[in-house]
């Protein structure tokens, strides 16, 4: 599906764009709100600062997507492949992430207050700075993740947990692929 195609069609209110193949989009700003975009591709899509609200992804493909700045309130990303996205500053508040695929994702300074991240596999994630206040951790992985300055008031994570899988504070990390292991940006 071409771009300009998935903005007509939504313009004249269509919705539904599950399994839609936009690899490499250009959707930065834009208002996806409430669409959905279950088992979608949008691997290396910029969806930097787009307005994606009560979206819904299951299942969907992001992997190294930017979606820097973006608003995900309430977003559907059950199961959703996000490795090495770009999530800073995204608003995921209210968002369901149980079961999604965050290894090496940025979320530097993302916002995931009340967030289900049930069962979500974190590893060598950069959540410094994030705010996970009353979110659910439950299952998560977080082996090698970076929760330097995370606000984790209300958060079911496991103290013990946490000081065994996370790296020491003032790690920081520039992801940007999954091979096995997280590749450092220099």
């Known amino acids: 599906m071409k771009t300009q195609d998935l903005l007509n069609r939504y313009a004249a209110r269509e919705s539904d764009f599950r399994e839609a193949a936009l690899a490499e989009a250009s959707l930065s700003g834009v208002n996806l709100s409430r669409a959905d975009l279950s088992r979608a591709d949008l691997s290396r899509a910029d969806l930097s600062r787009a307005d994606l609200s009560g979206t819904c992804f299951h299942q969907a493909n992001l992997t190294n997507a930017d979606l820097s700045g973006a608003d995900l309130t309430g977003a559907n990303l ?16 209210g968002a369901d992430l149980s079961g999604a695929d965050m290894r090496c994702a940025n979320l530097h300074g993302a916002n995931l207050t009340g967030a289900n991240l049930t069962d979500a596999e974190l590893s060598g994630a950069n959540l410094s700075g994030t705010c996970l206040r009353n979110a659910s951790l439950s299952g998560a992985s977080l082996m090698g993740a970076d929760l330097s300055d995370a606000d984790l008031t209300g958060s079911d994570l496991i103290e013990e947990k946490l000081n065994m899988e996370t790296t020491p504070s003032g790690v920081s990390h520039n992801w940007v692929s999954w091979n096995g292991s997280c590749s450092i940006v220099e």
């Open 78 to 93: 059950t199961e959703v492949n996000l490795i090495g996205t770009d999530l800073t500053g995204a608003n995921l508040s």
